[in-house]
């Protein structure tokens, strides 16, 4: 049998391309609007930056990691996530001195998960990291940034929950808190809850263990634990998001399944896709620039499932064709074809933004015209013996009204151009 992709890993075919293209455009677009600036970095970076950032009790790190020995037995992962390698490459180059950083990102992320609709094992992200501000402000805006970014695309219905972790300290008082109340119904939980008590007791609350969700409401809140700064902080936030007409949703149960998040966290999820709700999720990690080896330095940022946007926009009719070419030549005859190569290259060298197919291959006059068709081409300009001998080349319009007429060599130009500007 001939050898097939890895599951989980999928290929994206041209059929696909022009919808991932056009939400790239949107984000670059949207980044730009807010002056951020894009930074591009490594697929594989050294395990324990993962390790150490992500937290080595997370299901990322203990079970999702494309983790490998390299030839010289230094252990390498391909990156599950965008936030670790950001912040090691500011902190590496020195982005971070006295100095307020909005950087973006794209590209590929790696995680063994179970395949499905939704969840890939090498899925796309966009991202957001702003680095240096400590304030409510920053957090309002990276919102404000995925917001924009639902505006651009036509997007609606997109729900924001937010919840506040408050500071390392608070949580950690919450830690205890929680621990020995599900101590005390540890009967109840399931084998993974038993040991998410012992390792990793926040993680309880975002379980979808049925006996584990009755505990839930008579559970310790968080909201109870937070320090002060932390509650004015969250306040701030959720004013500056009103103002904006940003609706959202408290929800003291969004504790994010990485370690390195405190005060706020956010998700925003649809309702469409299943039990792959979350389309885009962030939040303030202060301590993290500190814990890889640089100087306290605030932050705050998100990243966003390009696989869950893109099929939320088609379930949506959101998506737009590919653009078709304004125009297909076909060529008759030998002496058109090698003359017919060389115009194209003249039109498109002088008509900016022109798209122009030019028929490879030769065939029948009727095949050419069916593949000018399929091509989605305005006009096909026909070039035959007739056409050469004169100097002049037939247009035929093929979709919509109009005649078909000869235009001399002279009139194509500014006939194209006219296309080329139509969109
Ligand atoms: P989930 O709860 O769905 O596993 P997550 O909390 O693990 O999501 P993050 O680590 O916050 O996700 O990643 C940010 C975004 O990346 C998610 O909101 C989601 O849209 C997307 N994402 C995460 N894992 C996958 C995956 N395996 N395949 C496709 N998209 C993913
Ligand atoms: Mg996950």
């Known amino acids: 049998m001939s050898i097939q992709s890895i599951r989980g890993f999928n290929d994206l075919l041209p059929a696909v391309t022009p919808s991932w293209q056009q939400v ?52 390498l992962t391909l990156r599950p996530e965008g936030t670790a390698g950001c912040v090691r490459a500011a902190i590496q180059h020195g982005l971070l001195h006295n100095q307020v950083q909005k950087l973006w990102y794209a590209g590929p992320m790696f995680r063994y998960e179970r395949p499905q609709k939704g969840r890939y094992r090498q899925f796309h992200q966009f991202g957001v990291e702003v680095f240096g501000l400590p304030g409510p402000d920053a957090d309002a805006e990276v919102i404000f ?27 950690q008082r919450y830690r205890a808190a929680l621990v020995e109340y599900f101590s005390r119904h540890e009967q109840e939980l399931d084998d993974d ?60 149960y969004l504790v994010r399944g990485l370690d390195y998040y405190n005060r706020t966290v956010f998700e925003w999820t649809t309702d469409q896709l299943g039990a792959q709700s979350a389309v885009c999720s962030g939040g303030r990690y202060d301590g993290l620039v ?50 017919g190569l060389l115009l194209a290259e003249q039109w498109r060298d002088k008509v900016p ?30 070039l035959g013996e007739d056409e050469l001998a004169a100097g002049e080349v037939t247009v035929k ?27």
């Open 397 to 423: 319009p093929l979709r919509g009204e109009g005649e078909q007429r000869r235009v001399s060599l002279t009139e194509i130009e500014p006939l194209l151009e006219q296309l080329a500007r139509q969109d």
């Open 24 to 75: 790239e455009a949107a984000a670059r677009d949207v980044f730009a609007a807010y002056g951020y600036s894009e930074i591009r970095l490594p697929i594989v970076e050294a395990t324990s930056l993962f390790a150490r950032s992500i937290g080595e009790v997370t299901d990322i790190v203990e079970k999702e990691m494309y983790s490998f020995d390299d030839r010289n037995g230094e252990s």
């Open 290 to 339: 500190e814990t890889l080896g640089g100087k306290p330095t605030p932050a705050v940022g998100w990243g966003l499932g390009i696989e869950r946007l893109l099929a939320l926009l088609e379930l949506n009719g959101l998506l737009g064709a590919a653009p078709a070419p304004h125009a297909y030549l076909v060529l008759a005859g030998e002496a058109a074809e090698r003359r």
């Open 193 to 252: 809850g038993r040991r998410r008590l012992k390792t990793n007791p926040l993680r309880l609350l975002d379980s979808k263990h049925e006996g584990t969700r009755r505990l839930l409401p008579d559970a310790p809140k968080l909201a109870d634990s937070l320090d002060d700064e932390s509650r004015r902080h969250f306040d701030a936030l959720c004013e500056l998001l009103s103002g904006a007409g940003i609706e959202f949703v408290l929800n003291p």
């Open 145 to 171: 940034v995925s917001r924009a970014l639902w505006r651009v695309l036509g997007l609606q219905g997109l729900k924001l929950e937010l919840n506040s972790l408050g500071s390392l300290e608070a949580r």
């Open 353 to 382: 933004r022109l798209r122009l197919q030019a028929n490879l291959g030769g065939g029948s006059i009727k095949a050419q015209f069916r593949r000018a068709d399929r091509s989605g081409a305005e006009i096909a300009l026909v």
